[in-house]
């Protein structure tokens, strides 16, 4: 049922429940607002988006108060702009001055409201205890002295996320953003995902910095310094420097790597490639155990492994599942392997000296180099790890005019890639590079450019499910003939926990299963530029197949660079010396491990 009211004398119909702020928006008077966030419920707590109703006896929040038919409502009046500016007054009067030095300056929504809203003077001084600021993870850094308590990160760890490491402590002027008890983070049940960071309008959440030490090496002569940088980077990037999102910068990201002085600029793509033919063929193996051997150990269906948040997530919420996980590293902790190992052996420089860089969308990126268990090469596989938002920083303090840049290419042999590598950043790429690769294996057949999108896997669904009949199997994989294989992808952990339940539950029959940790996929990352809503994540995922499309080569098996690695150093998939570099195991994770 639709209501009819008009808002500024401009008439407007929306279904029943429309909030005032999206009914505005549909006749394109914006409201400023601050605790409002895309996908998740909206608390109504930052009181910036009062608006006067004809007939109530107080100012409204048209975050949350729902269009009534023949309501008549006023979003300029003098008392509703003197509301919210009063609102904005009384949030910069109890937040940390510091904007010039703030990693938000220039981004910041509270700072963008001040401006909006005319506010020119804070008449009212803040009398607040300043708390310590909590470092304790790798990933993410949270001042609480800059916490507007718009509860955004909350509404998003809660309910896309379904972690609920955040949640408001104490009452009145003494609340807090926190971790329970007061606790600090690393105490906390908080997979690292960066989701809190990305939604946190002003400074209070972000990333921890890696910028300083990697200028560190990249001034040190004594270091060959390599750099990766991971699928979904080249379709954000851009939006560092103005570029509408979605705009494919694969080139000029070479170009800026290679100016700022990285020895040689690879491509995290690479790997991903390495990836689909070890966990394809894992995939292959535990099927072959399951209906050859009839095995009861076998654990399906396999969940794939790539993403490091979904990977803490499993350790704490469904040890029971872990099993089910591929053992294959990340393409990032593959890559660190190889580099120490393979092509420090092939470019003659000693490992010691070897320094990886990765460039991701990710802020548990930056806590998976630091596991323990990534150090297969003899050294830290990985040493640092920047974001989307981080590289563009450097590219700024390089001085470097990135909108002027040629394209560039990456070096080889490790930064030859295809497009189902491409296709990783997406939620569902991963399964539709590691269905190209295993049908055309199992089969011998080519399968058609036209059949490459697995079109049910593909899109913002929050879980996908796809179904293939093999047919026509080569004798080594005759056991398969007939077989329909069941696959399912989620994205965002609310997703993956309900995928998880079905399965722990025994009411999934599924074989292969596709979790990404973030909402879109990698494109969603918590390190990508702000603010990632849907219309974002759908340009940027447009993007990324498009360079799909655009590739000659499109499938991983086919990857030469990759068939050279196997010949010269790995062997074979599942090798000993694969397993030895491209495979680690995960354990239970009590909460004090953190």
């Given at each position: 049922?639709?209501?009819?009211?008009?808002?500024?004398?401009?008439?407007?119909?929306?279904?029943?429940?429309?909030?005032?702020?999206?009914?505005?928006?549909?006749?394109?008077?914006?409201?400023?607002?601050?605790?409002?966030?895309?996908?998740?419920?909206?608390?109504?707590?930052?009181?910036?988006?009062l608006v006067e109703v004809q007939g109530s006896r107080t100012l409204q929040p048209a975050c949350v108060t729902p269009a009534a038919e023949g309501m008549v409502v006023r979003t300029r009046s003098r008392l509703a702009r003197e509301a919210r500016r009063l609102s904005v007054e009384l949030m910069l009067a109890n937040h940390a001055w510091d904007c010039t030095l703030c990693v938000r300056n220039g981004t910041c929504e509270l700072q963008s409201l001040a401006q909006q809203t005319g506010l020119t003077?804070?008449?009212?001084?803040?009398?607040?205890?300043?708390?310590?600021?909590?470092?304790?993870?790798?990933?993410?850094?949270?001042?609480?002295?800059?916490?507007?308590?718009?509860?955004?990160?909350?509404?998003?760890?809660?309910?896309?996320?379904?972690?609920?490491?955040?949640?408001?402590?104490?009452?009145?002027?003494?609340?807090?953003?926190?971790?329970?008890?007061?606790?600090?983070?690393?105490?906390?049940?908080?997979?690292?995902?960066?989701?809190?960071?990305?939604?946190?309008?002003?400074?209070?959440?972000?990333?921890?910095?890696?910028?300083?030490?990697?200028?560190?090496?990249?001034?040190?002569?004594?270091?060959?310094?390599?750099?990766?940088?991971?699928?979904?980077?080249?379709?954000?990037?851009?939006?560092?420097?103005?570029?509408?999102?979605?705009?494919?910068?694969?080139?000029?990201?070479?170009?800026?790597?290679?100016?700022?002085?990285?020895?040689?600029?690879?491509?995290?793509?690479?790997?991903?490639?390495?990836?689909?033919?070890?966990?394809?063929?894992?995939?292959?193996?535990?099927?072959?155990?399951?209906?050859?051997?009839?095995?009861?150990?076998?654990?399906?269906?396999?969940?794939?492994?790539?993403?490091?948040?979904?990977?803490?997530?499993?350790?704490?919420?469904?040890?029971?599942?872990?099993?089910?996980?591929?053992?294959?590293?990340?393409?990032?902790?593959?890559?660190?392997?190889?580099?120490?190992?393979?092509?420090?052996?092939?470019?003659?420089?000693?490992?010691?000296?070897?320094?990886?860089?990765?460039?991701?969308?990710?802020?548990?990126?930056?806590?998976?180099?630091?596991?323990?268990?990534?150090?297969s090469s003899g050294f830290k596989d990985v040493d640092h790890v920047l974001t989307t938002r981080e590289l563009g920083q450097m590219i700024v303090e390089a001085g470097i005019d990135f909108a002027a840049l040629p394209d560039g290419e990456p070096d080889a042999p490790m930064g030859m890639s295809t497009g189902a590598a491409d296709i990783f950043a997406n939620t569902g790429g991963v399964m539709e590079a590691a269905l190209r690769t295993v049908y055309e294996v199992v089969t011998g057949r080519e399968?058609?450019?036209?059949?490459?999108?697995?079109?049910?896997?593909?899109?913002?669904?929050?879980?996908?499910?796809?179904?293939?009949?093999?047919?026509?199997?080569?004798?080594?994989?005759?056991?398969?003939?007939?077989?329909?294989?069941?696959?399912?992808?989620?994205?965002?952990?609310?997703?993956?926990?309900?995928?998880?339940?079905?399965?722990?539950?025994?009411?999934?029959?599924?074989?292969?299963?596709?979790?990404?940790?973030?909402?879109?996929?990698?494109?969603?990352?918590?390190?990508?530029?702000?603010?990632?809503?849907?219309?974002?994540?759908?340009?940027?995922?447009?993007?990324?197949?498009?360079?799909?499309?655009?590739?000659?080569?499109?499938?991983?098996?086919?990857?030469?660079?990759?068939?050279?690695?196997?010949?010269?150093?790995?062997?074979?998939?599942?090798?000993?010396?694969?397993?030895?570099?491209?495979?680690?195991?995960?354990?239970?994770?009590?909460?004090?491990?953190?």
């Open positions: 049922m639709a209501v009819s009211l008009t808002i500024d004398a401009q008439p407007v119909s929306v279904p029943e429940g429309t909030t005032l702020l999206a009914a505005a928006a549909r006749v394109n008077i914006r409201i400023p607002t601050l605790c409002t966030c895309e996908g998740v419920s909206s608390p109504g707590s930052c009181r910036v988006c003077d804070v008449r009212f001084s803040m009398d607040r205890e300043v708390l310590p600021v909590d470092e304790s993870t790798t990933g993410i850094v949270r001042d609480m002295n800059k916490c507007v308590l718009c509860r955004r990160c909350v509404a998003v760890c809660q309910e896309i996320q379904g972690v609920s490491a955040l949640s408001p402590r104490a009452r009145g002027f003494e609340t807090v953003i926190g971790a329970g008890a007061g606790a600090a983070l690393s105490e906390a049940v908080c997979v690292q995902c960066g989701q809190c960071a990305a939604a946190c309008p002003v400074g209070a959440l972000y990333e921890r910095d890696g910028t300083e030490a990697v200028w560190e090496v990249l001034d040190d002569s004594s270091k060959h310094v390599v750099v990766q940088t991971a699928p979904a980077i080249r379709a954000a990037l851009g939006e560092c420097f103005d570029f509408p999102p979605g705009t494919l910068v694969t080139g000029k990201m070479v170009t800026a790597l290679r100016r700022m002085g990285f020895a040689r600029v690879f491509d995290t793509n690479f790997t991903a490639d390495l990836t689909i033919m070890e966990e394809g063929h894992e995939l292959l193996e535990r099927l072959r155990q399951a209906l050859v051997e009839k095995d009861p150990s076998v654990r399906l269906p396999l969940f794939t492994s790539c993403s490091p948040g979904w990977i803490n997530f499993m350790e704490y919420f469904y040890p029971g599942l872990l099993p089910n996980l591929s053992s294959c590293k990340s393409p990032q902790q593959m890559f660190g392997a190889l580099a120490k190992t393979y092509y420090a052996r092939k470019a003659g420089v000693d490992p010691r000296d070897v320094v990886v860089v990765s460039v991701m969308p990710c802020t548990a990126k930056k806590y998976e180099c630091d596991r323990p268990e990534m150090t399968l058609p450019m036209e059949q490459l999108h697995v079109q049910p896997v593909m899109g913002l669904q929050g879980l996908k499910e796809a179904a293939l009949t093999l047919e026509g199997c080569l004798p080594r994989w005759g056991f398969l003939e007939g077989v329909t294989a069941r696959v399912a992808v989620a994205h965002g952990l609310s997703n993956a926990r309900a995928v998880c339940d079905l399965v722990a539950q025994g009411k999934a029959d599924y074989h292969f299963v596709e979790i990404m940790c973030c909402p879109g996929g990698c494109i969603g990352g918590g390190g990508q530029p702000r603010h990632t809503t849907a219309e974002v994540r759908a340009a940027r995922i447009k993007a990324i197949y498009a360079e799909d499309e655009r590739r000659p080569i499109r499938k991983s098996h086919l990857n030469p660079a990759v068939a050279q690695i196997y010949r010269e150093f790995l062997g074979e998939p599942l090798g000993v010396v694969s397993h030895e570099l491209l495979h680690t195991r995960y354990a239970p994770r009590a909460v004090t491990a953190r």
